[in-house]
C-alpha cells in the first residue's frame, strides 16, 4: 500500500429543499493514493461534483452533513477544521478545476491576478515574484505568449485557454490532491485531448493524486488508474481500470460501458444510451436504486439495497452481479 | 464617435422635450409675472401694458421658439424681476447645489455599500435583518420629514451643527462642510436604502458564481471575497441607479436648500416659481435637464472602469 493521500469514510450529503431533503451523496467511502488517478464516472445529477466539493468543504448553506462523514486528508481530518484552517489548505493540499470554464474565472479581475492571490496569499511571494511565477505557470499549462495573457482578462481568452487558466490556478501551490470536476466538457475534442494531457502529466511530474470526474468511459479508459461508478449518489462499482472493464460486476456499469461512443458515432453523444432516468433522490425507492432499469433485476432487488461488497481491490453493490450465475 | 453621436441626439431629445414642457406649464398656471410686476394695487390695464411691453400677449410657440434661439447663441435671458442675468444667476448658486448632492451621494454609497454587502453575506441572517429595518424606516420617511428631525436631534437637541446657513469654502473646508452636513445626510437617508437593496439583491446573485466558488476553493478568506471578487461584478445596477437617481435628488435639494436656507439652484428655481419669473424656470430646468444627462453620462464612464468587457470591447483576441 502506498502512500495514502485521501480517506473518504462514510460521506454523506443531503440539501434542504423545497420539495424535502435531497440525498445527493450518500455513504460514500474510497481511499487515494499518491501518484495514482481515481476516475468518478456517473449520469448527471449522480452526485460527482457534490462528492467534490463535499471532499473540499465547499458547500451550500443548504447543505447537511452527518457527523459520522469523515474526509482525512494527509492524516488531518477536515470534518473537525475550522474554517480558517481549511482555508490554508485550500490550494497547497487540495485544489479543484470546476465543471464550466467560462464561468469559473472573475470577470473583473485579470488572470495575473487571479493567479497571483493564490501565491501571496498561500506562499507568501511578493508582488513581483508572484507575478513572475504565475506567468511560469501559464507557460506550464501551455497558454501562448503568457507574458501578455497575464494582463488580460477571462472574457479574452478562449474556453480552452481559460481551462488551461484554471488549471495553473489549481497547481499554483502544487497541491497534493488535484479534483477535475469534468475539465474538458465545454471544449473541443482536439482541445479535450490536449487538457487531459496535461493533467496527467502534472499528476506524474509532480506525483499528485487527483480524482477526475467524467462522463465519459473513455476518458477513464485511457487515463485513470481506479474507477468509481456513481449512482444515485453512491459508489456501486469501484476497481482498477482493467479489472472495471474486463470484469464488470454491476449492470449499471454494463450499460455504462456499453454507452462508449464508437469511432462511428457523432461526435458529443452522451451517455443517454440507458433507458429510463435515475430515480428522485429526494424519495429514493427503498431498494436498489438501478433496479427499475435494470435487465437483470428480480423482487429481492425492490426490497433490498445491496451493499458495497466484494474484494479489497474490486467492490461492488449489485444483487444479482454479472459473472455469477443468478440464483434460479 | 458613433456612440457620442447618438448620446448627443439624446440629450437634444431630452432637453426639447423637458423645456418645452416646462415652457407650457408655466404657461397655463394662473397668475404671471406682469402681476408682479406692476405690483399690488395696479389696474388690469397697468397689467395689461406691461404684458405687451413684455410681449406676454404673443403666442407661446414664438416665445419657446425666440427662447431656443436665445440658447443656441448662449443668451438664457434676464429675469423679470431683478434683471440678473439667468446664465449667471444658475451657475453663481449651482456648485453649492451640487455640493449638495455630491455629499449626499457620498454618504449614501459609504451607507449603502457596507450594509449591502453585510446582507448580501448571510442573506436572511441577522445582519441583514436589523439592516433590512432600519432601511425600510428610513426610506419610509420623506427627507424634509427627515431633515426637520435631524435638525431637532442634533441642531436644537445636541447643538453640535448649524440648523441653517452656508458657508463658502473661502471660509475654510471644515466651515463650509459643517452646516452642509445635515441637509446632505436628510438626502442620504432616503437614498442609500434604494442603493443598498440594489447592490444586496446584484451581490446575492453573484455570490452564487462558479468564480465565487473558485474563490474559496482558492482559500480566500470572506472579506476578501466579498470586497475583492463579488463587490465589483455586483455593482452595475448600483451605478446606474446612482446617475438616475440623480433627478431624484435635482428635486430633493430644492426642498432641503429651503428647509435649510441653502443659496443653491434649488432656491433660485422656487422664488422664481413664486414670483412667474418664467424665464428663469425656463433656465433651472434646462440646466437641470443637463446635469441629470451628464451624470449619466459619468455613469457610462464607470461601467467601463468596473468593467473590463466594456473597456476592451468585449472581442477574443
Ligand atoms: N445547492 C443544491 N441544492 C439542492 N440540490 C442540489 C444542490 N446542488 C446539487 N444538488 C442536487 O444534487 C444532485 C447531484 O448533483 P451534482 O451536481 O453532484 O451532479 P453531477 O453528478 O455532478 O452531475 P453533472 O454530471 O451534470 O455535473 C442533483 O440532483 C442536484 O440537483
Ligand atoms: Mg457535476
Redesign the interface.
Known sequence: MGDIILDVRNQKTAFVTARGMAQAVDGVSFTLERGRTLGVVGESGSGKSVLS?SI?R?LP?NALVPADSRVILNGRDLTRMTETE???????EV??I?Q?PM????????IGRQIT??LT??MGLKRRAARDRAIELLRAVGLPQPDVRVDQ?P????GGMRQRV?IA?AIACEPDLLIADEPTTALDVTVQAEILDLLQRMVRDRNMAMILITHDMGVVAGRCDDVAVMYAGRIVEKAPVRDLFHHTRMPYTAALLASIPKITDPPHRKLDAIEGRPPDIINPPPGCPFAPRCLRADAGCDAEKPVLAGTSRHQWACLNPLGEEAPA | MRYLLYRLRRLAIVLGVVTFITFLLVNVLPGDVAYEMAGMDSSEEEVQAIREDLGLDRPVLLRYAEWVGGVFVGDWGTSYINQENVWEAITDRFPVSFELMLLAQIIALSLAIPAGVASAFRPNGRADRIIGSLAFASVSMPSFMTAILLIFIFALGFGWLPATGYEPISEGLWANLRPMILPALSLALVEWTVLMRTLRAEMIAVLQENYIALARAKGMSNMRILLVHALRPSSFSMITLLGLQVARLLGGTIIIEQIFGIPGVGRLLIHAVYTRDFIVIQGCVTFFALAFVTANFLVDIAYAWLDPRVRTGGAHG
Open positions: 466539493r473540499m465547499l448553506s481549511l482555508r490554508r489548505l485550500r490550494g497547497p485544489a479543484i470546476f464550466d464561468t469559473s474565472l472573475n470577470p473583473v479581475l485579470t492571490e493564490v496569499f498561500h482578462y472574457h479574452q481568452l478562449s484554471a490556478i
